[in-house]
């Protein structure tokens, strides 16, 4: 072997072991598992979604499970089943829909109501007081213009046609409404005195941190206004939170403004006073409690002010049992905050702390628990000082500006022996850190645009997306009993070739390149694949059985398609 091969070999496994440990830039590299320490790692299956099927894989990067459909999917606790969007379209979702583990359909709910738009987030709840299970989700509800102009909302700023403001609306399993809560309801405006929802004489928004200014600065009301992600529900405190993308997270009562059997009812009580915010964090600039991001005079420097996130997604309570528990766990993006470099983090935020060393036993409004300046040791990564709040008790960012960032979507999991599992959307990086932030493992996607790839180059972002990745127990419910046998990594497992048939084998359906007896997107995704040659020895898609996969079998499949 020739001296110049064997230092190529060499630098290969070189990246494979230093690359995931330190973080680095590269335009070439390869997918699938890239690290893995046995011994630091929370020991379980890994789900995500990405171009047209649910994945489970082992820590292996091995393959287990699939399901032929891909949105926003988690396991349902209590029987296992797979709850997920209905299309892959996160601004306006038709619906939501629950799988058995064979991927039938058991259950779904469309969002029928004309002004109403689904989005982005759902949760499956045990509504204690219905004694039944239910389903929350956000969707945007249609304002009308005078409804505005009636709210308080600056006339100079209008007109206000087709916006939209995040209401949160929940179903039970029969479809029907049950309980409904609007941020619209609870506003707040300091420009016209003769509206009902005015701050007061003598008083500013600042006196209202529990509702929304109406008239944010340079944000009126438009379409997809607060643009929420994510929802969760704590079943201990009867509350629930909600993630505006702009970068404020929102508490609010779900069952003190709950009132079993009658809708009319829960729904005045949730739309009023009960329902204002119970705590907010991320920016209290927008409630006039704080500094907003800006640049400075000197127009190469800039500060965060005290806005915490940006751009934010997946907040949720971190579980009972885990460490950190009834925190809040966010992924902040790390846009909208003035940073000369941005990053993106995952922020842990105790809502009970009063102050750096001090906590009680309810909420505290952020400002009042004050701030302290983070510095960067190593100013050539150009990062100013900034405040951050003391209730933020954890927080993982990677040393290099490579190595980590998602300007959308992602999340993170904190994993019951501490270690948080974390989900960058944009490049399909999935990793796990320690409480210390020491990398245990680490998988890129391989399922990408351009097919199923062993090796991604420069390209765009979302070129292989994951919106989020769950990490689940060996021993979790929903796996109980199940064929968890490893199956190869996806790029094998999609990639083996196809046994040709034999004389008295039943011909398959034609157009069915995937091979499960129907014509779908799934079999327009492998032919895609195979188009592209990364199915090599593969003819799945020989439609016309010539030995080529070509312009014929693309005008078969479209023929098959459109019957």
């Not at 097919?451 to 929903?478: M, S, W």
């Amino acid at each position: 072997m020739s001296t110049s091969r064997c230092i190529g070999i060499l630098g290969c496994l070189f990246s494979l072991w230093a690359g995931p440990a330190f973080g680095y830039e590269a335009l070439r590299g390869p997918t699938e598992l890239r690290y893995w320490n046995p011994d630091k790692a929370y020991n379980g299956y890994t789900l995500f979604a990405t171009y047209y099927r649910i994945y489970l894989i082992d820590m292996a990067g091995e393959v287990v499970h699939t399901w032929p459909t891909a949105n926003n999917p988690r396991f349902l606790d209590y029987n296992g089943h797979i709850m997920d969007a209905t299309n892959d379209a996160p601004n306006q979702l038709r619906g939501f829909e629950e799988l058995d583990w064979d991927g039938a359909v058991v259950w779904r709910h469309l969002e029928t109501r004309p002004e109403y738009t689904f989005h982005h987030d759902f949760v499956r709840i045990f509504n204690q007081q219905l004694g039944d299970y239910t389903t929350l989700y956000i969707a945007n509800k249609s304002v009308a213009h005078a409804s505005a102009i009636a709210a308080g909302c600056d006339p100079a700023h209008g007109p206000y046609d087709g916006a939209q403001v995040d209401a949160i609306v929940e179903v039970d399993m029969n479809g029907q409404v049950v309980w409904e809560w609007w941020f619209f309801d609870h506003g707040v405006q300091d420009i016209d005195p003769g509206k009902p929802n005015y701050v007061g004489e003598g008083k500013t928004i600042a006196d209202h941190p529990g509702r929304i200014n109406l008239n944010l600065p340079g944000k009126p009301l438009s379409r997809d206004w607060l643009h929420c992600n994510s929802l969760d529900y704590n079943p201990a405190l009867g509350h629930l939170v909600i993630n505006a993308f702009n970068g404020e997270f929102y508490v609010i009562d779900h069952d003190g403004t709950f009132i079993p059997g009658d809708v009319t009812a829960s729904l005045a009580l949730a739309a009023g006073p009960a329902g204002d915010f119970l705590y907010r964090f991320g920016d209290p600039a927008r409630y006039q409690q704080g500094l907003a991001p800006r640049l400075l005079e000197d127009w190469t420097k800039s500060t965060t002010g005290h806005k915490q996130i940006g751009a934010s997604h997946d907040v949720h309570w971190i579980p009972p049992g885990r460490p950190g528990a009834g925190h809040f766990l966010i992924f902040n993006n790390g846009q909208h905050l003035f940073e000369i470099t941005p990053q993106s983090y995952v922020v842990e935020v105790d809502p009970y702390r009063v102050s750096i060393d001090a906590a009680t036993d309810h909420y505290v409004n952020p400002p009042d628990a004050g701030y302290y300046t983070l510095t960067t040791p190593f100013q050539g990564t150009l990062k100013a000082p900034k405040q951050i709040s003391n209730q933020t008790v954890w927080k993982y960012a990677t040393k290099s500006n490579q190595a980590f960032f998602s300007h959308i979507g992602s999340g993170a999991q904190r994993l019951p022996n501490g270690n948080t599992l974390i989900c960058s959307m944009t490049e399909g990086h999935l990793f796990e850190v320690t409480p210390d932030g020491e990398l245990v493992w680490e998988y890129i996607c391989p399922v990408s645009t351009r097919g199923i790839v062993k090796e991604l180059e420069d390209d765009y972002p979302l070129t292989n997306g994951v919106f989020r990745a769950y990490r689940y127990a060996a021993d979790h419910p929903a796996l109980a009993g199940r064929d968890l046998s490893p199956k190869g990594p996806i790029t094998e497992f999609y990639n083996t070739p196809t046994p040709t048939p034999t004389a008295t084998a039943t011909p398959p359906l034609p157009g069915d390149v995937h091979r499960d007896g129907r014509i779908d997107h799934l079999d327009v995704f492998d032919f895609s694949t195979e188009w592209q040659g990364t199915e090599a020895g593969s003819l799945k898609a020989d439609l016309d059985g010539d030995g080529q996969v070509d312009a014929d079998d693309l005008l078969l499949l479209i023929d098959a398609v459109l019957k």
